[in-house]
């Protein structure tokens, strides 16, 4: 293989530069040409494809967002939009790709293969840490500590008025930021996507704190939880505890999903990279990196697509226990 490309797509991550910085120093290193592809599959599309050398990604490491931009596209969703793209592709002599991304990006790089035979070797980048065949994605670590630092100047202030806060974080389909954030900012509670937690019983852990006098407490939402996000949870839990409870939401948004990536997401970051590039030279294809017990292992698209990767029961007991 000699000419290959990389894009990034779906929701952006922390680290997703470190990780284009890594494939691009790889094929370098290997005497690869390596392209850039502009908004993920709709630069493909659409030909918005650019030269990569070592130089381009000079000064990147540190850096939040992707320099390549990236979408979630709607056109690749569909045989002409899939047929445009190969047609591009061919046009440039790309002969295989990296793709950085989540379930989305990988469902249509599994879809492309069978179509065209292009093949793909995927890098986890998602701030959601949902993906089966990885410990961590590249991003997760940065958004924790992000929401973790606004839980943290959260509580000055649910302190000092005696206040309820309900604390929305990302995770569409998932609550691995939401646990995090629960453990390492001593949260009372969290409502999780992957577990059942009902408003009798965050009424319950919040009557308990308050009869051993806590006077403020914080429970951690995720965007997924099935009561609803937080603004619903709150009006739920108003309504079962009475209009004096002074309660307030907050939703952190997308602040979670910028920002200097961490250490340990760079490192993640680079190791998936160059994994990824080199799996995909020696002729890997429909899978993705993943870094599982600290060893870089190759997951088919297939099962991180299909396969839940649950979030450990042990976190969920262990926010319980150390509120109390
Ligand atoms: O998948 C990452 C993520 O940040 C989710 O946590 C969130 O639900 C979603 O993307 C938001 O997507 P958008 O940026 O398209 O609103």
């Known amino acids: 293989m000699k000419k290959i490309a990389v894009f990034t797509s779906g929701g952006d991550a922390p680290g997703m ?8 120093r790889g094929a370098a290193y290997h005497g690869v040409e390596v392209f850039g592809i502009v908004r993920g599959y709709n630069g493909m599309i659409k030909g918005d494809i650019i030269p990569l050398n070592s130089q381009s990604v000079s000064n990147i490491i540190q850096r939040g967002g992707t320099i390549l931009k990236s979408a979630r596209s709607k056109e690749f969703m569909t045989t002409e939009g899939r047929q445009k793209a190969y047609n591009q592709l061919q046009e440039f002599g790309i002969e295989g790709l990296v793709a950085i991304g989540g379930n989305g990006t990988f469902t249509g790089a599994e879809i492309f293969y069978n179509e065209f035979k292009i093949p793909t070797v ?10 089966y065949g990885t410990d961590y994605t590249i991003g997760f670590d940065t958004a924790v500590n992000t929401a973790l630092d606004a839980v943290d100047k959260i ?34 509670s969290v409502m999780i996507p992957e577990n059942l937690t009902s408003v009798e019983e965050i009424t319950a852990i919040l009557q308990k704190g308050f009869d051993k006098k806590k006077s ?14 937080a603004q619903i949870v709150a009006k739920k839990i108003k309504d079962k505890m009475g209009e004096n409870l002074d309660i307030r939401v907050t939703t952190l948004g997308h602040i979670q999903r910028g920002g200097i990536p ?7 970051a680079s190791r998936l990279g160059l994994g ?3 799996g995909l030279l020696r002729g890997e294809k429909n899978v993705m990196a993943g870094v599982v017990n600290n060893q870089l292992i190759y997951t088919p698209f297939h099962d ?10 042990d976190l969920i007991r ?3 226990i150390l509120s109390t």
């Open 304 to 313: 991180t697509i299909t396969k839940k990767k649950p979030v450990s029961e």
């Open 122 to 131: 995927g890098a986890p980048g998602t701030i959601d840490n949902d993906l």
């Open 276 to 278: 990824a590039l080199e």
């Open 17 to 24: 530069n470190a990780c284009i910085r890594a494939i691009v």
């Open 155 to 188: 509580r000055d202030t649910a302190d000092s008025h005696d206040r309820v806060f309900f604390i929305e974080v990302m995770g569409r389909d998932s609550g691995y930021i939401a646990i995090q954030c629960a453990i390492a900012g001593g949260a009372e």
């Open 262 to 268: 961490t250490a340990s997401d760079r490192i993640l």
């Open 216 to 229: 403020s407490s914080i429970v951690i939402v995720a965007e997924g939880d099935e009561e609803g996000n």
């Open 318 to 320: 262990m926010v319980e």
